[in-house]
Nanobody, 112 residues
Framework: QVQLMESGGGLVQPGGSLRLSCSVS????????IFWYRQVPGKQRELIAT???????NYLESVKGRFNISRDNSKNAVYLQMNRLKPEDTGVYYC??????WGQGTQVTVSS
């Protein structure tokens, strides 16, 4: 059974930074791509960053150059470094491999 634990969210001013962490268990972590999604109330979850099993990354256009996804296979963990945050980055952030259920997510609020 896949278990996900996202953490690191919080309230930050525009222009600030946050680092989200995601701990994954129940799968052979190194075999799977991991995705970070963002959900805003009233909207569908939006895929914002992907890291393949081999470490290849992809980003939603609006976060390119500001966000960085990385993984540590020795810790079964994936990270999302978010810099130069904007109010429109506000939402609940979820990590997920291509299998298993969603976790609880972590709330990010960008506001002055």
């Amino acid at each position: 059974q896949v278990q996900l634990m996202e953490s690191g969210g919080g309230l930050v001013q525009p222009g600030g930074s946050l680092r989200l962490s995601c701990s994954v268990s129940g799968i052979v972590f190194s075999d799977y791509a991991i995705f970070w999604y963002r959900q805003v109330p009233g909207k569908q979850r939006e895929l914002i960053a992907t890291i393949s099993s081999g470490g290849v990354t992809n980003y939603l256009e609006s976060v390119k150059g500001r966000f960085n996804i990385s993984r540590d296979n020795s810790k079964n963990a994936v990270y999302l470094q978010m810099n130069r945050l904007k109010p429109e980055d506000t939402g609940v952030y979820y990590c997920k491999p291509p299998v298993g259920a969603w976790g609880q997510g972590t709330q990010v609020t960008v506001s002055s």
